[in-house]
């Protein structure tokens, strides 16, 4: 068996990790013969929840899990860390503004972020998932100048499966058979999921779905809000799914996107398709070798671009805002 790979993974005793910790464990994340080490990070009044996460991980005896080592300090549990799932974050709690839930974050994302460029492994990819994810993974990336930004995603690949699933819905098809769904911009209800790319059986979605007022009316609200959704019916927000969401992610990200299809990922923008160098946001990505590229040349129309736009806004908002607050250069 190989070197185990070290993966560290914040908000541990939190709803998305009693799921995401055993899928990984599992073998689901980097495959059947891959070991791996997990390195855990609670808050201090959660590592006795912890403790019980990691007995019920013993109790699971997976033989690919290596070791877990826990803590709440970030300079010890990311030493030497290969990946890095930052998933605890700040909640918006009632009355709280964002400009409070962006300063609170930053709080969690600032020093993370320092922690990750003083002690991860030179080779280190880091998935932010808790909320606001772009901009939290804007703030760990600024907080990190000896990683390369590229190594900084967020995830909407949530966002993207359940494009992808309400799609196969409507269209009477397994979900297997969509392909090329994009989600553009911000993990937050201005997303633009574009079905105008996306395939079902090879053929444009749009064209095969023939109806505008669903796609308006149903479909992209159905996805843009499908968390709190989510929330109304089961009291408390997407955990499986978003699990599963952050283990493809990661997966694809290593392991490469699958021939001839693309993924949904929030990376830093380059520049493309008019989206601000430098900022968090959703495109259609492939990945081959540990590295991702932008999809470049998609056709977007004047509609599309309207819709990319605003999302936009909303995260360039948010840049102006923890840069504001001294989180971001
Ligand atoms: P949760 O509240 O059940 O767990 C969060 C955990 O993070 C808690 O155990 C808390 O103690 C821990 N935590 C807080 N500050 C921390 C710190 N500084 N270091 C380490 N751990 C810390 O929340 P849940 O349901 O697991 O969700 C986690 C995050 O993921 C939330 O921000 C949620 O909004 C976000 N989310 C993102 C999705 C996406 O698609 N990007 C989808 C669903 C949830």
């Known amino acids: 068996m190989s070197t185990p790979v070290k993966i560290a993974v914040t908000g541990a005793a939190g709803q998305i990790c009693y799921s995401l910790l055993f899928r990984i464990a599992s073998g689901e994340l980097l495959g059947r013969d891959q070991p ?125 499966n359940r494009a992808a699933g309400q799609l196969a819905i409507k269209a009477g098809v397994p979900v297997a058979d969509v392909s090329h769904v994009t989600i553009w911009g911000n993990h937050s209800a201005t997303q633009y999921p574009d079905v105008f790319n996306a395939r079902i059986r090879g053929e444009q979605a749009s064209t095969v779905i023939d109806d505008t007022a669903w796609l308006e009316n149903d479909f992209l609200p159905t996805v843009q809000k499908r968390g709190a959704a989510i929330i109304e019916a089961r009291g408390a927000s997407s955990a499986a799914s978003a699990a599963k969401a952050t283990i493809d992610h990661m997966h694809d990200w290593v392991l490469g996107t699958p021939e001839g299809d693309w993924v949904s990922m929030a990376v830093p923008s380059d520049g493309s398709y008019g989206v601000p160098e430098g900022i968090v946001s959703s495109f259609a990505c492939t990945t081959a070798d540990g590295s991702y590229t932008i999809v470049e040349g998609l056709e977007v129309s004047d509609y599309s671009q309207a819709k990319i736009d605003a999302t936009v806004a909303e995260l360039t908002e948010e840049r102006d805002a923890v840069r504001s607050l001294g989180l971001v250069s």
């Not at 605890?88 to 930053?106: F, H, I, Q, T, V």
């Open 36 to 160: 791996v080490q997990l390195r855990l990070l609670e808050i201090t009044p959660a590592l006795k929840a912890l403790e019980g996460v990691v007995m019920e991980l013993d109790d699971c005896a997976y033989p690919l899990l290596d070791s877990v080592v826990i803590g709440d300090d970030p300079n010890h549990v990311f030493d030497g860390v290969n990946l890095a799932f930052l998933v605890g974050a700040r909640p918006r709690s009632k009355g709280m503004e964002r400009g409070d839930l962006l300063e609170a974050n930053g709080a969690i994302f600032k020093p993370q972020g320092r922690a990750l460029n003083d002690h991860a492994a030179d080779d280190v990819k880091v998935l932010i998932t808790g909320n606001p994810a772009n901009t939290n993974a804007l703030i760990a990336l600024s907080n990190a100048p000896d990683i390369p930004a590229e190594r900084f995603n967020a995830l909407t690949r949530l966002d993207h």
